[in-house]
């Protein structure tokens, strides 16, 4: 039976009852005669665990009815490069009597073969060629045994990385590997007779590279770009930096934590980023576009849950702050005056411009006006040029001189969307200005009053005699002095 031992440490056996609950006292090992500083310790059979003292104890109920049960006890000097492995046989009180009859007679019962990976540190400094593991027949004990192996890393790509000491079965690295691109090997060991026979079954064994923390986090993207409206609650989330690693994942190598280093501009923190997830949010309870339009916040990346001696990265984040309409337009003047012409029909008399703080030609800032106040016999009409956003007030109903030598308005202005305030700020209120219209007056021809005259005659009536007077007067003086009539 081919099985897998420690040239530096005795194999240790425990006489135990045939079964074991679970949380059961096994035994204690001397771990520091094996090795001194210890770093890493671990069973290769999950249903034992060994405490730092050395206590074996089982995790699960264990049986040993059928036959005795082998584990390995795996030591590791992390700084040193070193690595030990304890055998550990349990041994049922009821077989152990069996045993030494079976011993008597001189029969002899094969165990079965439960396989132990070797562990080999990823970028492991040697010095090379660096042991790794021994392979070994009980068969030796009968015949002379050559020790043979194939498979990656032997007589495959990577080719040469291991070889097998032919005499002995000890397993040897020849140069450092790297975890990311060989994660695991599995070899295929032979033991075999000098004249070719083979009495025991091929192993397969595996030889598991353990990660080394040689690869530092890096962000998904160059650059990641978010946006969130102005006057946010805090707590809204704004986007997520997500970061990856290469190395091992579900250890301390990939625990990832993020952190903001710096915000632009840096005034009062605007945002909280989630150390686990990357998730960021709103932090500062009144974003406004219109103090800052945008920020910057360069980001950490760390791995080892952030401890100071874990690789990091860092990554920026644009953040735009998107407008909304908490701003009210407004007039840059209270008064306007201006002049037309009596009688002027749909002519531009007068165009006003407001100022608006939230983004141009967005729904926000983009004006309606109106006449709230002296247009009565909707004389006038104002609208807004797309274009530029100003209000052209015209003259739709002509004016006479004579009855209003001017008329003063009071226009008004909103915005095409609904306001969104701040929460608890002040409601806003509406710009209003004045405009005062002065009629110019316009040399007028004289007017019949009335328009129409009817005049009724006698019939032979004489050639000459008057039968009426119908007068015009001067609209701008009210008299008919210097008018002459013809028909």
Same mark, same amino acid.
């Given at each position: 039976?081919?099985?897998?031992c ?5 194999k ?13 006292l096994?035994?204690?090992v001397?771990l520091k ?7 890493f ?23 040993l009815s ?11 000097d ?9 055998s ?6 009821e077989?152990e009597?069996?045993?030494h009859?079976r011993?008597a ?9 439960g396989?132990i990976p ?9 010095p090379?060629?660096l ?8 068969t030796?004990?009968?015949y002379?045994i ?8 032997i007589?495959?790509d ?17 140069r450092a590997?790297d ?5 695991s ?8 007779t000098?004249?070719g026979?083979s009495?025991?079954v091929?192993l397969v064994h595996? @030889?598991? *590279? %353990? &990660?080394?923390n040689d #690869?530092a =986090?890096? $962000?998904? +993207?160059d650059?990641?770009?978010f946006? /969130?409206? !102005?006057?946010?609650?805090p ?5 997520r930096?997500?970061?990856e690693d ?13 952190r903001?280093?710096?915000?632009n501009?840096?005034?009062?923190p ?6 686990d997830?990357g998730?960021?949010?709103v932090?500062l309870?009144q974003l ?9 916040l360069?980001?950490e990346?760390?791995?080892m849950a952030g401890?100071?001696f ?8 644009? @953040?735009r *702050? %998107? &407008?909304?309409n908490? #701003?009210? =337009?407004? $007039?840059? +003047?209270?008064q306007?005056e201006?002049r /037309?012409? !009596?009688?002027?029909v749909?002519?531009e008399?007068?165009r ?7 983004e141009p030609g967005?729904p926000g ?12 016999d ?15 007030l015209?003259?739709?109903k002509g004016l006479d001189?004579e ?6 308005l009071?226009?008004?202005v909103n915005?095409e969307?609904?306001?969104?305030l ?7 209120s ?12 316009v040399?007028?021809g004289p007017?019949?009053k ?7 005659v006698k019939?032979?009536?004489?050639v000459?005699?008057?039968i009426?007077?119908?007068l ?9 002095e ?5 028909i």
């Amino acid at each position: 039976v081919l099985s897998l031992c420690c040239e530096a440490c005795k194999k240790v056996i425990f006489h135990v009852p045939p079964k074991l609950e679970a949380d059961t006292l096994v035994g204690r090992v001397d771990l520091k005669e094996c090795l001194q500083s210890a770093e890493f310790i671990s069973s290769s059979d999950g249903n034992f665990k060994i405490l730092e003292d050395g206590s074996v104890y089982t995790t699960s109920a264990v049986s040993l009815s059928t036959e005795e049960k082998t584990f390995t006890i795996l030591l590791k000097d992390i700084q040193e490069q070193v690595e030990k492995k304890i055998s550990v046989s349990l041994v049922g009180e009821e077989k152990e009597k069996s045993r030494h009859a079976r011993d008597a007679v001189l029969k002899r019962t094969k165990r079965r073969w439960g396989p132990i990976p070797s562990v080999m540190l990823e970028n492991s400094l040697g010095p090379f060629p660096l042991q790794i593991q021994q392979v070994q027949s009980d068969t030796a004990q009968n015949y002379t045994i050559y020790y043979s192996a194939s498979g990656p890393g032997i007589d495959q790509d990577p080719k040469g990385l291991f070889y097998i000491e032919r005499e002995t079965g000890n397993i040897f690295a020849t140069r450092a590997v790297d975890r990311e691109e060989y994660p695991s090997f599995q070899i295929i060991c032979f033991a075999t007779t000098p004249d070719g026979y083979s009495p025991e079954v091929p192993l397969v064994h595996t @030889i598991r *590279i %353990e &990660d080394d923390n040689d #690869n530092a =986090p890096y $962000f998904t +993207q160059d650059l990641f770009e978010f946006s /969130v409206p !102005e006057n946010s609650r805090p707590g809204v989330v704004v986007g997520r930096m997500t970061a990856e690693d290469r190395d091992e994942p579900y250890t301390l190598h990939t625990t990832l934590k993020y952190r903001i280093v710096a915000q632009n501009p840096p005034v009062t923190p605007a945002f909280s980023l989630h150390g686990d997830t990357g998730v960021i949010s709103v932090l500062l309870p009144q974003l406004d576009r219109e103090l800052v339009p945008s920020y910057t916040l360069l980001v950490e990346v760390r791995d080892m849950a952030g401890q100071p001696f874990g690789l990091c990265t860092t990554g920026t984040a644009v @953040i735009r *702050i %998107e &407008d909304t309409n908490d #701003n009210a =337009p407004c $007039f840059q +003047q209270m008064q306007y005056e201006t002049r /037309v012409e !009596e009688n002027r029909v749909n002519v531009e008399i007068l165009r006003v411009s407001v100022v608006d703080l939230d983004e141009p030609g967005s729904p926000g800032s983009g004006a309606v006006y109106e006449i709230i106040r002296g247009n009565d016999d909707r004389s006038f009409e104002i609208t807004t040029d797309r274009n530029t956003n100003e209000g052209v007030l015209c003259v739709v109903k002509g004016l006479d001189y004579e009855s209003a030598k001017q008329r003063v308005l009071v226009i008004a202005v909103n915005n095409e969307a609904p306001y969104m305030l701040a929460p608890h700020s002040q409601q806003v209120s509406q710009s209003t200005s004045s405009v005062t219209v002065h009629v110019l007056d316009v040399d007028e021809g004289p007017v019949f009053k009335p328009c129409f005259l009817r005049i009724d005659v006698k019939e032979c009536e004489d050639v000459g005699m008057s039968i009426g007077r119908y007068l015009a007067e001067d609209p701008e003086t009210g008299n008919s002095e210097g008018i002459r009539y013809e028909i």
